[in-house]
C-alpha cells in the first residue's frame, strides 16, 4: 500500500484545525482584506485549505456563516407581543421570519396548572429586537398585519442601561453603523464565505474592499462591533419551556426582584406598569429553568415553596421556536411582512 503523501494533512490534523477555527469564536474572524491569510498565520496549512474547511463547516451547519457581532447594548429594544383570539397555534405566520428583529415565536400547549383558576393564558407569543423603540414598533405593527385575526398585546422591555425610548443613532459620535445601513445591512445579511469578503460585500455596494475593512476596523474600535465570526445556526424546530404566569403583584419592586434572581428564572418579561390591568390578569411571565422530566404542577409548587407563590397564576407548558440567533439591526422591514 501506497504511503500518504507528506502535504496530505492527516484526518486529525483535519479535526484539530476544524476544532481551532471553531475556536475563533463568535468575533475572532480578521478584519482585512485577506482574511485567510491571516488564519495561516495563526494556524497554519494554507488560504485554500483554510477556506475549504470553513465552507465546509458552513456546508455542514456546524455554523451559519459570517456575520457581524454588534457590541451588547445596541439592540436597545424588545417587545413581547402576546397573542388572543380563536386558536391554537400552530406555524408561525408566513412572513414572520422575514422580520429582521424577530427572534422566537412561542405557542402555550394545554392548560396551565396553578393556584388561580378561571384565567385564560395567551395562545403564545412573537419576541422582537431592534435597535431603538420606533424600530421595535415598526416590527410589532407588521407582526399584526401577517396575523389581524389575533388581538395582540405588546410588552416592551429594554437590557439595563439602555433607553428604550430613544430614537435614531444609537453609535454615540463619529461614523458608526447608523450611518452606514446599507453596509452594515449587507453584513447582517451573511458575509459571503469567499477568499475575499470584504471584497464582495463592497463590489455589492459600490464600494472598494478597502472601505469595507475600514468601516468595520472604525466601529470595532470606537465599541459598536465585537468582531466579525462565525454565526451559530438556529436549532432545528422548537423546544419545550416552561413559563411562570404572573398578575401585576409581580411588577412591585420587591417580588419583581425576588423572582428575576432566583436561581430558577432564566428571563422575567412584564408588562409596563402604565397597562393598567393586563388581559386576564396576566402581568409577568418568568422563563423557568428545569429538566426535561419536569411538569407545570410540579413548578407551581417549587415556586410556592421558594416564597414566588404571591401573584402566580399557573405555570405553561410552552413549545419555542427559535428564528434567530442575533436580531438584524439595520436591515430594512420588507413591504410583505410590513403588510404594504
Request: hydrophobic share 45%; charged share 15%.
Amino acid at each position: 500500500m501506497a504511503s500518504p503523501s507528506p502535504t496530505t494533512p492527516s484526518p486529525s490534523a483535519c479535526a484539530g484545525l476544524r476544532r481551532a477555527l471553531l475556536h475563533e469564536g463568535r468575533s475572532g474572524f480578521p478584519i482585512e482584506p485577506s482574511p485567510f491569510q491571516a488564519l495561516v498565520r495563526r494556524h497554519g496549512g494554507s488560504p485554500r485549505e483554510l477556506l475549504l474547511h470553513c465552507q465546509a463547516l458552513q456546508a455542514e451547519g456546524a455554523v451559519a456563516g459570517l456575520r457581524p457581532r454588534w457590541r451588547p447594548g445596541l439592540a436597545s429594544a424588545a417587545v413581547r407581543l402576546l397573542a388572543h383570539g380563536p386558536g391554537p397555534l400552530a406555524q408561525p405566520p408566513a412572513g414572520l421570519r422575514a422580520l429582521p428583529g424577530a427572534m422566537a415565536w412561542a405557542v402555550v400547549e394545554g392548560p396551565p396548572a396553578g393556584p388561580a383558576a378561571g384565567w385564560q393564558p395567551p395562545l403564545g407569543w412573537v419576541d422582537l429586537a431592534a435597535i431603538d423603540a420606533a424600530a421595535a414598533q415598526q416590527q410589532a405593527e407588521a407582526v399584526q398585519c401577517l396575523a389581524p385575526a389575533l388581538a395582540w398585546a405588546a410588552w416592551s422591555s429594554a437590557p439595563a442601561g439602555t433607553d428604550a425610548a430613544a430614537t435614531g443613532c444609537r453609535c454615540g459620535r463619529g461614523e458608526g453603523p447608523c450611518q452606514a445601513r446599507a453596509l452594515a445591512a449587507a453584513c447582517e445579511r451573511g458575509l459571503p464565505m469567499l477568499a475575499h469578503p470584504y471584497r464582495a460585500v463592497g463590489r455589492g455596494l459600490g464600494i472598494s474592499e478597502r472601505e469595507v475593512v475600514q468601516a468595520l476596523r472604525r466601529w470595532r474600535t470606537s465599541g459598536q462591533l465585537a468582531g466579525v465570526g462565525f454565526a451559530e445556526p438556529v436549532p432545528d424546530g422548537p423546544v419545550l419551556e416552561w413559563h411562570a404566569a404572573y398578575t401585576s403583584a409581580a411588577l412591585e419592586p420587591a417580588l419583581r426582584d425576588a423572582i428575576a434572581g432566583h436561581a430558577s428564572v432564566g428571563r422575567l418579561v412584564t408588562a409596563p406598569v402604565s397597562a393598567g390591568a393586563a388581559p386576564a390578569g396576566l402581568a409577568a411571565l418568568a422563563q423557568l429553568v428545569a429538566p426535561g422530566s419536569a411538569t407545570p404542577t410540579r413548578l407551581a409548587e417549587q415556586l410556592a415553596h421558594a416564597g414566588l407563590g404571591r401573584g402566580l397564576l399557573g405555570v405553561m407548558q410552552v413549545r419555542c421556536t427559535r428564528l434567530r440567533q442575533e436580531p438584524m439591526l439595520f436591515a430594512p422591514v420588507e413591504p410583505a411582512a410590513a403588510g404594504a
